[in-house]
């Protein structure tokens, strides 16, 4: 079984700090790796797809970078707002397969 | 509009009865998934098809099964042999020909309390 890990499992931060969190996948048959934001009620929706290494990817506050040769990601938000309180999932893509495996993801809940 | 339609929302059964959940897309989308996510826990991979006719099974694919007659559809049915069948299901769908850089889709999900 493939291991995609997600650190911190939770995490809580006051409104106007910037955080960021790790997600670590395996460093071989890399494809892809993907960024998920999971709102309460909702569904996941797609950040960012990396496929490079050293890839480096912004929307808005949010930004990711990518290294695969030792197999990590981090997603950066800065200036956190209540509305990005929601589940941050990575996931692996594997090979070219087209399976995809997710991490257990980051809870994030913001405070004003 | 285009999306991915899981039905039904909730979903009750009594233990030892097989229940299909149902997933469609209207995306034309080639690969599709079904993940099941527990309380406090990632999507864990049940099933996944890259084409018509062809699926293969994923991290946890014991007492489940599926089917993929058609490019819209991929049927997920919980079987009595799952043994805690109770969780949330989600069902994906992507874009697998236009290369490796593209996002998967996720339907409202099913959540299938088994008693």
């Not at chain 1, 395996?26 to 998920?36: R, T």
């Not at chain 1, 929307?59 to 707002?81: D, F, H, P, V």
């Not at chain 2, 998934?33 to 991979?45: A, E, T, V």
Request: hydrophobic share 30%.
């Amino acid at each position: 079984i493939l291991n995609v890990e997600q650190s911190p499992q939770s995490l809580h931060v006051q409104e106007g700090d910037s955080t960021n969190f790790t997600c670590s996948f395996p460093s071989s048959n890399f494809y892809a790796l993907h960024w998920y934001r999971w709102e309460t009620a909702k569904s996941p929706e797609a950040l960012f797809v990396m496929t490079l290494n050293g890839d480096e990817k912004k929307k808005g506050r949010i930004s990711a970078t990518l290294n695969t040769k030792e197999g990590y990601s981090y997603l950066y938000i800065k200036g956190s707002q209540p509305e990005d309180s929601a589940t941050y999932l990575c996931a692996f893509d594997y090979s070219s397969a087209s399976k995809i495996i997710f991490g257990s993801g980051t809870r994030l809940s913001i405070r004003p | 509009d285009g999306g991915i339609t899981q039905s039904p929302k909730y979903l009750f059964r009594k233990e030892g009865q097989n229940v299909t959940l149902s997933c469609e897309q209207n995306l034309n989308h080639d690969a599709m998934y079904w993940y099941r996510q527990d309380p406090g826990q990632g999507l864990r991979l049940i099933y996944y098809s890259q084409i018509v006719n062809d699926f293969q099974k994923g991290d946890i694919a014991e007492g489940y099964s599926v089917s993929r007659e058609k490019k819209e559809s991929f049927p997920l049915t919980v079987t009595s042999a799952q043994k805690n069948p109770t969780a949330f299901y989600l069902c994906a769908s992507r874009d697998s020909n236009r290369g490796m850089n593209t996002e998967a889709f996720f339907g409202q999900g099913t959540r299938l309390t088994v008693v």
